[in-house]
């Protein structure tokens, strides 16, 4: 079993930054695929970035690219994303994910554990 719990969320102007941190348990976790996805009202789960531990390689979701970047620090169990330039639409609850495999993949269905989500806002 994997617990994650994020933090750094809360609520930023327009242009603004947030980091967000993801600190996971309960199973080897330089071996396991780690991402971000977020949920804006009304609105279905949607892929922001991931990153594999077998490769280093990094996916982000179109949305984001050159704003958001995902990072990993395996010594203290962590992931990161770093969001810059914020916009409105930014919105949502984000959510940590880990995989069960080292490969990441931009699918829901990949990830098998999830955290609880950190609500980020993003004013005018």
């Known amino acids: 079993q994997v617990q994650l719990v994020e933090s750094g969320g809360g609520l930023v102007q327009a242009g603004g930054s947030l980091r967000l941190s993801c600190v996971a348990s309960g199973r080897t976790f330089s071996s396991q695929a780690m991402g971000w996805f977020r949920q804006a009202p009304g609105k279905e789960r949607e892929f922001v970035a991931a990153?594999?531990?077998?490769?280093?390689?990094?996916y982000y979701a179109h949305s984001v690219k050159g704003r958001f970047t995902i990072s990993r620090d395996n010594a203290k169990n962590t992931v990161y994303l770093q969001m810059n330039s914020l916009k409105p639409e930014d919105t949502a609850v984000y959510y940590c994910v880990a995989s069960t495999s080292p490969v990441a993949t931009t699918t829901v269905g990949w990830y098998k554990y999830w955290g609880q989500g950190t609500q980020v806002s993003v004013s005018v």
């Open positions: 990153k594999s531990s077998s490769t280093g390689n990094t």
